[in-house]
């Protein structure tokens, strides 16, 4: 591995750094890595099957069917009334 020497930050930088870093329980130099990796080295993006397969089943499909109440009048816009 290499190692990184950043020169010339401002000290409010470095203060923000070390409370980041107390937060999380770690030291200033592994936030430090973790800030960068987070910013240069982006996840894999999941594609659209993978997220729907992520989706948990909360129940069937019956559960979400839209019934519809045919004596309920809608109002639309400018004024126009309908049955549905």
């Not at 397969?53 to 639309?76: N, Y």
């Amino acid at each position: 591995m290499a190692n990184l020497v950043v020169r010339n930050v401002d000290d409010s930088v470095v203060k923000a750094l070390k409370a980041r870093a107390g937060l999380a329980g770690t030291s200033a130099e592994t936030e430090h890595r973790k800030i960068l990796e987070s910013a240069l080295l982006k996840p894999k993006k999941r594609s659209l099957v993978d997220a729907l397969k992520s989706i948990p089943s909360v129940g069937e499909d019956s559960d979400f069917e839209r019934k519809q109440d045919s004596k309920r009048k809608m109002k639309l816009r400018y004024g126009v009334t309908r049955t549905p």
